[in-house]
C-alpha cells in the first residue's frame, strides 16, 4: 500500500508514540510504502531537525538515513490549480498523484477538507490505524 504522510504526522511518529508512531513501524516493518516527493522530504528534514534538539535521545540521523533509503521518492508535478485553502498542503496531492497512490494520512483540516480530490481519501492517522494496520 502506498501512503503519502503529512509532515506533522511524520514528525510525530518520530518524537511521540501513538498512531503516527504506529503508522512509522509499519513502514519500517515494510507494511506499507512511504511515498515522498523532493518538497515534502526537504520539509521532514527541516523540521525533524528544528525538534531534535528539544529531544535530545532521538537519534535523528538513524531516521534520516532509514527516510533516504527506504523512503519512495516521486518527481511531483505542479497541480493545474489551488486545491487546498493552503497551498502549501498541495504538495502532499502532487505526491500522490504522481505515486499512484490513493491514500494521505494527515489531521490537518486544511487536507481533511478536501479528501477526495483526484480520488485520494485524506485519512486521520487514527482511523489509518484502525482500517489499514489493525
Not at 487546498?84 to 486544511?110: N, Q, T
Amino acid at each position: 500500500m502506498k501512503v503519502v504522510l503529512d509532515t506533522n504526522v511524520f514528525i510525530s511518529g518520530i518524537f511521540f508514540t501513538g498512531p503516527p508512531y504506529q503508522i512509522l513501524r509499519a513502514w519500517h516493518e515494510a507494511r506499507l510504502h512511504l511515498c515522498v516527493s523532493a518538497e515534502i522530504l526537504q520539509e521532514y528534514v527541516e523540521v525533524a531537525e528544528r525538534l531534535a534538539s528539544q529531544f535530545p535521545p532521538i537519534d535523528l540521523q538513524r531516521i534520516l538515513a532509514l527516510l533516504a533509503a527506504e523512503a519512495h521518492v516521486f518527481r511531483a508535478s505542479p497541480l493545474p490549480g489551488p486545491v487546498s485553502e493552503d497551498p502549501d498542503d498541495d504538495k502532499f496531492f502532487a505526491c500522490a498523484i504522481a505515486a499512484g497512490s490513493r491514500l494521505i494520512v494527515s489531521g490537518d483540516r486544511h487536507l481533511l477538507r478536501v479528501s477526495g480530490y483526484e480520488r485520494i481519501e485524506v485519512m486521520r492517522p487514527r482511523s489509518f490505524v484502525d482500517e489499514h494496520l489493525g
